[in-house]
């Protein structure tokens, strides 16, 4: 079975510093990795993936997803926070074959304090 | 590409009334996925078809619950006898599959089910 556990369900950072948020996985197989971010009432969008090609993934708005296979994580950051950031964002995990179920984790919620 | 679409966007119903709803894909997507996700939780998959054929579902899918995807387009949702604990977004998602391989999954803006 795959998992993802997302370490901190909300985290604050100031406009304009760095933006982290942890994502760790476990998998039996070689792994897809997501981050989606989803806004109030609104449906998830997916910023960035993880396919086994460069382990460094650069998304949408300015973010960007290490994978460290040692670490087993999928850390999220954005070198400096803009204030249309505050949403929640989902790390995720598929099977990297098969119909792609995807198994996400519960979520950080970011406040980006002006 | 005019995305994902789910209606309604909102339901709110009494207790032991059935409900559907409604998912458009992405008109050239061939795989449809359900979701759940309730209130600080990330969402819990429920079912999924390739085409019309629904190829898994997930033990959280009781026997209230029924999906469809008749002609391999839209898909409909149906729980019968609603609960209390039915009360979740349910989010529909749509994505290409070609060759074995899977291009992710893009999401509508779910339906909201309110339960009285």
């Known amino acids: 079975a795959q998992s993802v556990t997302q370490l901190g369900s909300h985290v604050s950072v100031s406009e304009g510093a760095l933006v982290l948020l942890r994502c760790n996985y476990s998998?039996?197989?070689?792994?897809?990795l997501f981050w989606y971010v989803q806004y109030p009432n609104q449906g998830l969008q997916l910023l960035l993936k993880y396919t086994s090609a460069a382990t460094l993934v650069k998304g949408i708005n300015g973010f960007e997803a290490e994978f460290k296979k040692s670490e087993t994580s999928f850390h999220l950051t954005k070198p400096s926070a803009h204030m249309s950031d505050a949403a929640e964002y989902f790390c995720a995990v598929s099977d990297s074959g098969g119909y792609q179920k995807v198994t996400f984790g519960t979520g950080t919620k970011l406040q980006v304090i002006p | 590409d005019t995305g994902v679409s789910q209606d309604p966007r909102h339901k709110i119903t009494k207790r032991g009334q059935n409900v559907t709803f409604r998912c458009d894909p992405i008109s050239e997507h061939n795989r449809l996925y359900w979701y759940r996700q309730t209130l600080g939780q990330g969402p819990e998959f429920l079912t999924y078809?390739?085409?019309?054929?629904?190829?898994?579902k997930s033990r959280l899918l009781s026997d209230r619950f029924s999906a469809e995807r008749p002609k391999g387009s839209f898909s409909t949702l149906e729980i019968q006898r609603t609960e209390q604990g039915d009360s979740a977004m349910y989010l529909c998602?749509?994505?290409?599959?070609?060759?074995?391989?899977?291009?992710?999954?893009?999401f509508g803006d779910g339906t909201r089910l309110s339960i009285l």
């Open positions: 998602a749509s994505s290409l599959e070609t060759g074995g391989y899977n291009q992710p999954q893009h």
């Open positions: 078809f390739q085409n019309e054929a629904q190829l898994e």
């Open positions: 998998s039996s197989v070689p792994p897809y």
